[in-house]
């Protein structure tokens, strides 16, 4: 779907907001009713942005929505520049006035996609990793959640960085959906769950980011990231304060939150 010219000023307005640093106290335009004229806003604003995108995070829409905007999950880009190594103990900027938070994800690695069809088991075979990690959600919309997947998905799926934490070893053969992940924002449990309610896992998010790139025309070349969805909920959080994720009892990635 091709962008109207209010479209393209509601993803101007947007991406102009971002780069200020500015809060947004009102969507600025027609707030999008579909997820075909979200995609067009974010398609337009990628277009304008003209940064590179290192991968794309997958959010899900919530059960009693489904029917009216056609499909469970939501995505948006995540550019190269807000991908972080976690190893490194990233200092992830927010905004401040808006909306922010952090959330457990597991993250996937696409390999060579190439042209063929998937399912949900096949689709494993384009994937040459899986890791650990968090997702920052940020938007100077700070009511960006409060009208529907439609608003979130045309600021950028309400993204603002990833930070990849180390790999699942032996992924092929774990079994990711039951494996346990906790969340603690300054050392305090916020949530604690497992993939089992995460739909079909992080390998249908694979599947549905395919999907909707082939749809959208955008190519998925090797080595781009999925952050495939919050596991334990999606944790507000305010510049100064820290995220960690404890994945598998073992496995820990966290990062420091500043103000963008």
């Not at 909306?99 to 457990?104: G, I, K």
């Not at 042209?115 to 890791?131: E, K, L, M, W």
């Not at 045309?154 to 603002?160: A, F």
């Amino acid at each position: 779907m091709l962008a109207t010219s209010d479209q393209q000023n509601v993803a101007r307005a947007l991406i102009d907001a971002r780069a200020g640093k500015t809060p947004l106290t009102v969507y600025p335009g027609a707030m999008p009713q579909t997820m075909a004229e979200a995609y067009a806003i974010q398609d337009s604003a990628i277009a304008l942005d003209g940064r590179r995108i290192g991968g794309w995070k997958v959010g899900r829409i919530a059960a009693e929505l489904v029917s009216h905007y056609g499909g469970n999950r939501l995505t948006g880009p995540i550019f190269t520049d807000e991908i972080f190594d976690g190893a490194a103990d990233p200092v992830m900027p927010v905004y401040a006035d808006g909306f922010a938070a952090a959330e457990a994800e597991v993250l996937l690695c696409f390999g060579d996609i190439g042209t063929r069809d998937y399912d949900i088991d096949s689709v494993r075979d384009c994937i040459a990793d899986v890791r650990t990690g968090i997702e920052i959600a940020s938007s100077p919309f700070p009511e960006i959640n409060r009208h529907g997947p439609a608003v979130t998905a045309s600021d950028y799926g309400n993204n603002k960085g990833l930070v990849i934490g180390p790999s699942i070893a032996d992924w092929r053969g774990a079994d990711l959906v039951r494996m346990p992940v906790e969340m603690a924002i300054d050392g305090e449990t916020v949530g604690a769950a497992t993939m089992e309610a995460m739909l079909d896992g992080p390998f249908g998010s694979a599947l549905f980011l395919i999907d909707i790139l082939r749809a959208r025309g955008i190519a998925i070349p090797p080595g781009t990231w999925v952050s495939a969805g919050a596991i334990t909920g999606i944790h507000e959080i305010r510049p100064g304060q820290r995220a960690e994720a404890l994945f598998d009892g073992k496995i820990r990635v966290g990062c420091s939150i500043k103000s963008y």
